[in-house]
């Protein structure tokens, strides 16, 4: 499958999130090809400031793999994760980062010295339109 499928997929995770009254990011893990972890941010269902779909996600793959690390492993979210959930990607050795919309107030990209993993390999902008729509269209709706 290419990006562009998995990221729909993960676009389907933050309509679930929308629909619930959180902010819409949605999470895929694939490994080999594979779909091993989807998940939403549940911040608001769980009152848990750390359950951001990202977090959840890579609880959710290390158990199905039975290991720590996701290195054979790519992260699909349709927003550029923030330092908290780069630093989880980073030590759990992700082997490639794909995200849809950047997010220059909260993103990890704003950080400097680089948070992730240095092996980890970074696509950015796949579906970037849909994925930053959606985002906007959530806030406009909560003002």
């Not at 989807?38 to 779909?53: C, G, I, K, P, S």
């Not at 010295?113 to 709706?141: A, D, M, N």
Request: proline content about 4%.
């Amino acid at each position: 499958m290419s990006h562009e499928l998995f990221m729909r997929k993960a676009l389907e995770e933050a309509a679930f999130a929308a629909e619930e009254g959180e902010i819409p990011v949605g999470v895929l893990i694939t490994c080999k090809g594979k779909i091993i972890a989807r998940a939403h941010n549940q911040t608001e269902r769980l009152q848990d400031v750390t359950a951001h779909a990202e977090m959840i996600a890579i609880t959710m793959a290390t158990a199905a793999l039975g290991g720590k690390y996701l290195n054979e492993c790519t992260l699909y979210v349709t927003l550029e994760p923030c330092t908290m959930c780069a630093g989880a990607i980073a030590w759990a050795q992700l082997g490639e980062l794909v995200y849809g919309a950047s997010d220059p107030q909260r993103g990890y990209k704003r950080l400097s010295p680089p948070v992730l993993h240095p092996r980890t390999k970074v696509t950015g902008g796949i579906l970037e339109t849909e994925c930053s729509q959606l985002v906007k269209k959530f806030f406009q709706e909560k003002r």
